[in-house]
């Protein structure tokens, strides 16, 4: 019989490397689904690749340092400035956020709080635990002041007394009347800067109302105290006061040692007139010389001492040194214009302004190669180094001989002086003397330049005796004045009665000699009486 359609071969052999066939799902919703979703991922993959590929070769972020001015700059500058607009629109605030408060605060509460917090004085703070003031706390209509009021001004030099005493409080009527009454015993400009001013104010006679002047007091002079009192009829009146005051000079001696000046400080000396002390030796004797370790030094300076215990030191009137039990130097001030003198009458000043102008020695009197001309030749002269307008001073008195432009000296003046002495000043920037002028020692003649022949500011000084130049640094000045016939007699009588000053005597305690009366007969004295007491004095 011939098989049939359905009959199947018993053995099929199948290859294993070969791919299997896709099987569809069961049914046919299920197939069209998985289909659709295998579709979708297959594109949006697709979509992903695409949009990365086009990223990566988009040009973003270009230089903007080249091609300038192209389409391709102008759409990176677009960006830039969009991505900064960006930035600064969602740039963050950093302002403080306040918190809410713990508790709801009334004024009370905050004011009792405000009591205890730490706070700077100028802002408002408070010390200790000080409460607030509870409803039972009334506050006074008129509150108590004090019965009087103590302050103290100071005199300034553009002050005056009637301003002074204005700014104190003091009304207008009492300020002048007050004013009026102290012009009555000094001129009121002869009132000091610095004097302090006392100034009592007494009560209030209405509310509102301004203080009455009870009490002026200030020192007019170092020997008067003068008061403005009110006394019971409600009068102002003046009260002078004068101080009794000793003027023995005070003298200090004592050994030299290793610094005059610790030795004399350690005595007692003011420091002034340790300065006038070594000024007036040095005019007239050389202090390496003049002065050893073991010699003793003297000197006598006018000295005040007031009753109330105020001192006051004034000039130095005596300077002498002894060695070896003998007087080697006796210098005493003599005259109106306070020249110091020797005993035997002679005023002498070694010295003086040698060098012309402050500054060091850059080339001194000699032969020397020249700077700008490159030979040798005579520097007649000395060169002090110094700056641009230093002023150049005179060395001593004498007369202007010329004053103008010199050659290679530039700007130029020329002193004559005494004993056939001259003097030659070159290189100046500009003079300030003329021909013919009479000059003193100190004198400004003109400041220092770099006219003429010169490398620099500098000041060549010359000097000539006899119309011969000689070196000035070999140079030393002396001017003396001589006493003679009776101002010599009164001198010398004078120096021998200041030498019986006992050393020290002027630093021991004044003794008054008239007694304050402590019953005093008038109303106004017993009221200046009873505010001496007040103060303690």
Not at 355 to 384: C, E, N, Q, T, W
Request: charged residues 25%; hydrophobic residues 35%.
């Amino acid at each position: 019989m011939p098989e049939t359609q359905d009959a199947q071969p018993t053995d099929i052999q199948q290859d294993d490397s070969a791919p299997a066939q896709f099987r569809e799902p069961v049914g046919k919703a299920a197939g069209g689904a998985h289909a659709r979703l295998a579709s979708f991922a297959r594109s949006g993959t697709r979509i992903a690749r695409d949009g990365i590929a086009r990223l990566e070769q988009a040009d973003l972020a270009p230089d903007l340092a080249q091609n300038i001015g192209s389409a391709r700059w102008f759409r990176g500058a677009a960006t830039f400035l969009s991505l900064t607009a960006v930035a600064l629109a969602f740039w963050p605030d950093f302002s403080p956020l306040e918190a809410a408060p713990a508790l709801r605060l009334d004024d009370r509460t905050r004011e009792e709080f405000r009591s205890q917090t730490i706070m700077p004085l100028a802002l408002g703070g408070d010390t200790g635990a000080r409460m607030a003031a509870s409803a039972l706390v009334r506050p006074l209509r008129d509150a108590p002041e004090r019965p009087q009021l103590e302050s103290t001004a100071t005199f300034g030099r553009s002050d005056s007394l009637a301003g002074i005493l204005a700014r104190q409080g003091v009304g207008q009527s009492d300020a002048e009347r007050a004013a009026q009454l102290v012009a009555q015993a000094i001129s009121l400009e002869e009132i000091e800067p610095g004097t302090q001013i006392d100034v009592t104010l007494g009560r209030r006679t209405d509310p509102g109302r301004q203080r009455p002047l009870d009490e002026l007091r200030f020192r007019a002079r170092f020997d008067l105290s003068l008061a403005v009192a009110r006394g019971s009829d409600g009068n102002l009146s003046l009260i002078r006061e004068p101080i009794e005051v000793d003027e023995t000079p005070l003298r200090l001696r004592g050994t030299v040692g290793e610094s005059l000046y610790r030795s004399a400080r350690a005595a007692g000396a003011p420091a002034s007139a340790i300065q006038a002390y070594l000024k007036a030796l040095g005019d007239h004797e050389d202090l390496d010389k003049a002065l050893q370790a073991g010699d003793t030094f003297d000197m006598i300076v006018s000295y005040r001492r007031a009753a109330t215990g105020e001192r006051q030191a004034g000039r130095l009137l005596y300077a002498g040194i002894e060695r070896d039990g003998e007087a080697t130097t006796q210098l005493m001030r003599w005259g109106s214009d306070g020249q110091f003198y020797e005993a035997s009458g002679v005023g002498e000043q070694r010295s003086g302004l040698v060098a012309p102008v402050p500054g060091p020695i850059g080339s001194r009197y000699g032969m020397r190669r020249h700077p700008i001309l490159r030979y040798k030749r005579m520097h007649a002269g000395v060169d002090y180094r110094a700056r641009h307008g230093t002023p150049i001073v005179a060395p001593t008195d004498g007369r202007v001989t010329s004053a103008g432009r010199a050659g290679g000296c530039g700007n130029a003046v020329r002193l004559a002086h005494e004993g056939g002495l001259s003097t030659r000043f070159c290189h100046m920037s500009r003079m300030a003397v003329s021909r013919g002028q009479y000059v003193k020692r100190g004198q400004i003649i003109g400041y220092v330049g770099s006219t003429g022949l010169s490398t620099g500011p500098h000041l060549h000084y010359e000097m000539y005796r006899g119309g011969r130049h000689v070196d000035p640094l070999s140079v030393r000045y002396v001017t003396r004045a001589t006493l003679s016939g009776e101002q010599l007699r009164r001198f010398r009588s004078t120096l021998d009665a200041l030498k019986t000053v006992e050393a020290g005597a002027a630093l021991e305690d004044m003794h008054p000699s008239r007694p304050v009366s402590e019953n005093p007969v008038r109303e106004i004295d017993r009221v200046a009486l009873h505010a001496r007491h007040a103060r303690g004095s």
